[in-house]
């Protein structure tokens, strides 16, 4: 198992390769000149030279590439170019206002997940299994675009049930910001929670460990809660732990729409400005977090079940 | 006399007594016939005229009412029809090929081969998918061509993936083992025996696919990285921030509901292939 | 005889699908004693299972429903009784053992605490004295060790250990009927003959009464009292089993009786229940000459069976990985150091449990996988250093048949495109019409017809599909075919049909034959020559006759007790 920790591990080295690779073409490669782009039209060849020397793209390609490699290894991804702070500082003083809306918009939502597709699961075949399913569908075929100004027009501005926009920081004064927020988070994503969850579980239910514990006298909630619910929840939590990292991207639309300072609001403002270094950060960041994760859902899922040796 | 009939025919069949999964059908092929017309300048070819007083309510002579300009909502709607089927097509075109044919390498060959494409999407899964859209949309050109391209490259992983590990589970079977033990080469493998038994799941993956462009559009709408000049259903969503402020819901709700009831058929349909083509269930029944 | 436990009435089932309406049990009566084992005999798809899933109240409803008649257990209807009453009695009074002892026990939960649910659930006692109860049921059932083993967890016990479970789960709380659907067809010989004397060890130490659901007679023979003979959904035949064995009444019953090879005299051909009874489901009178035991001659010279295959030490490994660096640091021996030599015209059977290696060895021969060391001599021509191309032109002479005819077969090609694709490949047949003229006698020489050939796969039965896969390599000619288990996933008829078939194809084109089986009375009937296996290596061999008659490995002396002998025991 530590051996297998430790190798795994070591593989982020290859694939963090690739991943700077990636972002090194993209950025510095087929983007047109940062330079040029920042100095405007009216840039003179030289002040575009100067620029050019100032940002480091006037170096080879390769030791451009061994940059992001370094800052990858490193953490530190410099500056922004727009703003002049540290990278890492903007990252450090977004990230609790954008965790403050994903995680419990992530607990709430796995939780009504798990338990409705129990339900759904229990009641199989019947026609609010159905109803339910096709009520999932027609909300999966609604863009996430339309949930967000449908909402924050309605329940907020018209009903001024919620705030309509802003943040602040601080528990608890930033929840009255966050709950419509959260709400939509979790109603987008009901629908495919529930179906995959369906899913999983009915796999489970028509295995020949169920017929047996039928066979045993065991009730069929018995029978869902425990032996199914048990052997299902090993796909599912790998399926919650895998989507951990992109929380720490932030609900980059919902922070735009809601004025919430977190992480996407930044990336957004990064791109408008074409503040390549943060965009850079980002990518490479949420790269590492996914590979980390990755690994902790293998590590998972061999604790979870007693047949998997992990080599 | 039993009939001869091939599992698609047989798959067809199944399809054909689902009733919503036909319906479904029939509003893809409508769609697809709207966005033909209009791509050869036979349908909304006017859209950008102006046909009335800005900002009129749904009315006889403008059925979903005008926008700011006082341009045929209706008609950009159909228009944008175009621009979602294009997205969604092409970014199949792009992603199936690259998945299929990397899959089945990876799956078939294995060994350092397959290292190497695992490698090779692993790197690409690792960042983000709005991350790398983001990414390749912003150093590329805006516009429609991008967007395919982007919505194609980013979305080849999963059906890799997919077609990867059926690849592995056909390449051990019995009767592709019986190929090799009379005397068929690889590409008689690949091509005439593996490929066709994993073909259903493409398709399966194709409608999804499909869908989840359509749906990104509107995402790459909003952040200013989808078509220019033209109307797109993203756009008209986008645009409705600033309308519903003024009660003008008709752009909101035209652009919403034709965009719902395609991505509605096509995840539909998408479940409906999924039972008749899907040999699990087939074994569930004898 | 003592009351009777369960009292089955006109029971009736049916299936409504999509498809329309199946009847998969249509009428069926009878009784169970307490202490009494009955069985219950007849092919797949007979309905025999789902008889035992309806007295269990587990028919999955819908699409299956008792449409006629009543369960009567301890005089109380089963049919009528509510979910709860069922329950009370599920794992109570009446329990169950399955087929697959593999996938029956939940993979996530140790095998004691599984033993432990069904106690607490019946018995309302606390944890610790059910783990108590388990400890010693896992003792009774022949577990050694259960205070360690109760801790485990299903994947880390052998088949064998898990159907022990199993049937320790069972009889937790001393059911008064255990019903038992085919518990030993997924087990080896010698551990099917064990789990056989445990039940009924079991049976007598606790007076239960014993629905045992199988499709081998020779089990039968061995374990029951009574038997019922199901065919095509209906009862055919229901008496004692000495009755049954010596005189059956029901034709079918004698097709099915004489179908089935046995281990000492076998008549030349297998008779079949087609030979008993004929399509409209009438009697046909069996000549006694068709009966008489043949005696197979043994004597082979060079001259007429010169060697035709010729394995020199052959040897298949597979690396056990392991360490950071993933260094080899064993070899699973899956064939170890195997010679052994085969004449023309002959069939070598290689029999062994599983696990032994025997279709690794198969598959070495053929370089469907790759052997590590050693030599096969095809004619003098050493496979196992061929070229590629070299090695493809000689597959049309050595073919392959496998077991299992649903993953055999492209289930998206037509009969005839199967057929004619190695005819394609080896340049069989002068034009695309000739090679179809070549698949139609095909499909008449395996006794199926020409219209068949239009057809995919999944339109046909197993036996068919098998017939369909020994046309595919007669396709090329073969001078030699391996059959890997090709007649284990049949039913026992069709097993006669298919195995009549390869003797015929033998004679009529000095085949050769490797008859691959764990099944001893099988390889017994068709085998000139019998090489046994045991952990990779062969550790017996000789002609039928001496290993059969005379074996000189206790191993094999083992295996061949453990067979079923299919002779009533006294009642």
Redesign the interface.
């Known amino acids: 198992m530590l051996?297998y920790s430790?190798?795994r591990l070591l593989y982020i080295i290859p694939v963090l390769l690739g991943v700077c690779f990636i972002v090194f073409f993209l950025f510095n490669v087929v983007a047109t000149d940062p330079a040029a782009q920042q100095l405007g039209k009216h840039a003179t060849a030289s002040s575009i030279v100067e620029l050019r020397k100032e940002l480091g793209l006037d170096r080879s390609y390769f030791v451009q590439y061994l940059d992001i490699v370094k800052s990858a290894f490193t953490f530190d991804f410099g500056r922004s170019w727009s703003s002049h702070q540290k990278i890492s500082d903007i990252l450090m003083n977004k990230a609790g206002a954008s965790l403050s809306l994903t995680i419990p918009a992530f607990i709430i939502s796995m939780f009504l997940g798990i338990s409705l597709s129990l339900f759904v699961a229990f009641y199989r075949?019947r026609l609010i299994d159905y109803a339910t399913m096709l009520i999932c569908i027609a909300m999966m075929s609604i863009s996430y675009l339309v949930y967000i100004i449908v909402f924050q027009y309605v329940l907020a501005y018209e009903w001024g049930l919620f705030e309509v926009s802003g943040y602040e920081s601080g528990f608890p004064a930033f929840i009255p910001y966050v709950a419509l927020p959260i709400l939509i988070s979790v109603v987008t994503s009901l629908g495919p929670d529930i179906r995959f969850f369906r899913t999983i579980m009915l796999d489970e239910i028509y295995?020949?460990?169920v017929?047996?514990?039928?066979?045993?006298?065991?009730?069929e909630k018995v029978i869902l809660f425990k032996?199914v619910l048990?052997?299902a929840l090993?796909p599912i939590i790998t399926y919650i732990i895998i989507q951990l990292p992109f929380l720490i991207l932030g609900a980059l639309l919902l922070e735009s729409f809601f004025d919430i300072p977190g992480l996407g609001g930044e990336l957004l403002r990064a791109l408008n400005s074409s503040d390549f270094p943060v965009i850079k950060a980002f990518t490479v960041l949420t790269a590492i977090a996914y590979m980390v994760f990755s690994l902790v859902t293998d590590i998972f899922y061999a604790l979870?079940?007693?047949?998997i040796k992990l080599? | 006399m039993?009939k001869?009939?091939?599992?698609?025919a047989?798959a067809f069949r199944r399809l054909a007594?689902n009733k919503i999964a036909l319906v479904s059908l029939v509003i893809v092929i409508v769609y697809a016939a709207i966005a033909l017309l209009v791509t050869f300048g036979l349908l909304a070819d006017d859209w950008a005229q102006e046909v009335g007083p800005a900002n009129v309510a749904p009315a006889a002579d403008y059925l979903l009412g005008t926008d700011f300009l006082g341009r045929d909502v209706l008609k950009k709607v159909i228009y944008g029809t175009q621009v979602a089927m294009t997205v969604g097509f092409f970014s199949c075109a792009i992603a199936i090929p690259i998945g299929v044919t990397l899959g089945a390498i990876a799956g078939y060959f294995g060994g350092i081969v397959d290292d190497a494409i695992v490698w090779f999407y692993t790197t690409f899964a690792s960042i983000p998918y709005l991350m790398m859209i983001i990414a390749i949309a912003y150093v590329m050109e805006r516009g429609l061509k991008t967007m395919c391209i982007v919505l194609g490259v980013t979305s080849w992983v999963g059906l890799c993936r997919l077609v990867r590990g059926e690849v592995i589970k056909h390449r051990n079977?019995?009767?592709v083992?019986?190929?090799?033990?009379?005397?068929?080469?690889h590409s008689?493998k690949i091509f005439?025996?593996i490929l066709?038994?994993v073909f259903h799941l493409v398709i399966i993956n194709a409608s999804l696919r499909f869908q989840s462009a359509i749906k990104s559009e509107v995402i790459l709408s909003y952040l200013g990285l989808g078509v220019q000049n033209v109307p797109s259903w993203g756009k008209m969503i986008d645009d409705a921030k600033q309308d519903l402020m003024q009660d003008r819901w008709w752009q909101l709700v035209g652009a919403s509901f034709a965009m719902f009831l395609i991505v509605l058929a096509l995840n539909i349909l998408g479940d409906a292939l999924r039972d008749a083509l899907d040999?699990k269930l087939?074994g569930q029944?004898s | 005889m003592s009351k009777n436990l369960l009292d089955v009435k006109n029971l009736t089932v049916e299936f409504h699908?999509?498809?329309g309406i199946t009847r998969a049990v249509d009428n069926v009566s009878f009784t169970i004693a307490e202490g009494e084992t009955v069985g219950l005999v007849g092919e797949s798809g007979s309905g025999k299972s789902v008889t035992s899933l309806a007295v269990?109240g587990?028919i999955p409803n819908?699409p299956g429903k008792i449409t006629q008649g009543e369960i009567l257990f301890e005089g109380k209807d089963i049919v009528t009784a509510s979910d709860?009453e069922?329950?009370?009695?599920?794992?109570?009074d009446i329990?169950?053992i399955?087929q697959?002892p593999m996938?029956?026990?939940?993979?996530?939960?140790k095998v004691g605490a599984q033993i432990c649910?069904?106690i607490m659930?019946?018995q309302k006692v606390g944890k610790k004295e059910a783990w108590n109860k388990a400890l010693e049921l896992m003792h009774q059932v022949g577990i050694p060790n259960p205070k360690n083993r109760a801790h485990s967890?299903p994947?880390?016990l052998s088949g064998g250990q898990k159907q022990r479970i199993?049937i320790a789960?069972?009889i937790a709380c001393s059911p008064k009927l255990l019903i038992c659907d085919e518990p030993t067809t997924a087990l080896d010989v010698t551990i099917q003959k064990q789990v056989l004397e445990l039940i009924e060890n079991l049976q007598k130490v606790h007076r239960m009464g014993v629905l045992f659901i199988t499709h081998d007679l020779g089990v039968i023979g061995d374990i029951a009292d009574d038997v019922l003979v199901l065919y095509k959904s209906k009862l055919v035949e229901h008496d004692n089993v000495k009755k049954i064995f010596t005189n059956a009444t029901h034709p079918y019953t004698k097709g099915l009786l004489s179908c089935r090879p046995g281990i000492k005299h076998n008549p030349r051909r297998l008779l079949t229940v087609s030979d008993y009874v004929d399509a409209d489901g009438n009697e046909k009178v069996v000549p006694a000459a068709a009966l008489e035991p043949y005696e197979k001659s043994f004597e082979f010279t060079d001259a007429k069976n010169p060697v035709l295959l010729e394995i020199n030490n052959l040897k298949t490994y597979y690396p056990i990985?392991?360490?950071?660096f993933r260094k080899t640091i064993a070899h699973v021996k899956a064939v170890d150091d195997v010679s052994f030599n085969i004449r023309r015209g002959t069939t070598y059977g290689l029999v062994g449990e599983s696990g032994c290696g025997k279709t690794t060895l198969g598959?070495s021969i053929?370089r469907?996988v790759e052997p590590t060391e050693g030599q096969v001599l095809y004619d003098g021509i050493d496979v196992t250093s061929l070229n590629s191309t070299d090695?493809?032109?000689l597959?049309?002479k050595?073919?392959?048949i496998?077991?299992?005819p649903y993953?055999?077969?492209?289930?998206?090609?037509?009969i005839s495109q199967i057929l004619t694709?190695?005819m394609e490949?080896?340049n069989i047949g002068e034009s695309k019409k000739e090679r179809l003229e070549l698949a139609k006698s095909l499909v008449s020489r395996v006794d199926l017809e020409q219209n068949h050939l239009?057809?995919?796969p999944?339109?046909f039965s197993g036996g068919q599909r098998q017939r369909i896969?020994i046309a595919?390599a007669l396709?090329?000619n073969p001078e030699f075919i391996i059959c890997d288990e090709s007649v284990s996933a049949l039913d026992v008829s069709v097993q006669a049909q298919v195995l009549n078939l390869l003797q015929d194809l033998q004679e009529e084109r000095n085949l050769t034959y490797i008859f691959i089986s764990h099944d001893l009375s099988v390889v017994n009937y068709i085998s000139d020559y019998v090489g046994v296996m045991f952990q990779g290596k062969l550790v017996e061999h000789g002609t039928a006759k001496e290993v059969y008659t005379n074996p000189r490995m206790a191993y094999t002396k083992n295996l061949l007790e453990a067979i079923p002998k299919g002779i009533p025991k006294t009642v």
């Open positions: 051996q430790i190798r075949g295995q020949d460990y017929r047996t514990a039928r066979a045993k006298g065991l009730s032996h048990r052997n090993v979870a079940d007693p047949r080599q | 039993e001869e009939y091939s599992l698609w047989d007594k079977r019995d009767y083992q019986a190929v090799t033990a009379l005397g068929g080469g008689k005439t025996h066709p038994n040999p087939k029944e | 699908t999509g498809e269990m587990l819908p709860s069922m329950r009370a009695l599920r794992g109570n329990s169950m399955f697959e996938t029956a026990l939940n993979p996530l939960f649910e069904s659930l019946h967890y994947h880390e199993c789960m069972a990985k392991a360490g950071f598959r053929l469907l090695l493809r032109n597959r049309s050595m073919q392959i496998f077991q299992d993953s055999s077969l492209n289930p998206r090609m037509t694709e190695p490949i080896h239009a057809r995919y999944h339109q896969a595919r396709a090329v």
